[in-house]
């Protein structure tokens, strides 16, 4: 599976940004994905989760209400759209593909990863 994320890019305080992962492969249909972040010297922080038909989401409570993680199998592509960005929010954002079954928010359960889109939220 590879992963091209795009989308970033500069914004300033209370703007909004959508993401989007689109993935090759005939698996990604019933393949559950992640948004994760990462500033430089920190660890790279779970975001949102979504499983394989969108049904069920999973959110950091950073997040919660400000952004909305969504999927179109048809297209091949997670979304995640972000709202009311601040400037904490700043950093490069991954997707990846979860390992079915494991925990949603842990880095080590995900496979496989995108290459990041940075996210720059200026003040």
């Known amino acids: 599976v590879q992963l091209q994320a795009s989308g970033g890019g500069l914004v300033q305080a209370g703007g909004s940004l959508r993401l989007s992962c689109t993935a090759s492969g005939r698996t990604f249909s019933t393949s559950c994905m992640g948004w994760f972040r990462q500033v430089p010297g920190k660890e790279r922080e779970f975001v949102a989760g979504i499983n394989w038909n969108g049904t069920i989401t999973y959110y950091a409570d950073s997040v919660k209400g400000q952004f909305t993680v969504s999927r179109d199998n048809a297209e091949n592509t997670v979304y995640l759209q972000m709202n009311s960005l601040k400037s904490e929010d700043t950093a490069v954002y991954f997707c990846?593909?979860?390992?079915?079954?494991?925990?949603?928010?842990?880095?080590?359960?995900?496979?496989?990863w995108g290459q990041g889109t940075l996210v720059t939220v200026s003040s």
């Open positions: 990846a593909v979860h390992m079915y079954g494991s925990d949603y928010y842990r880095a080590e359960n995900y496979p496989y």
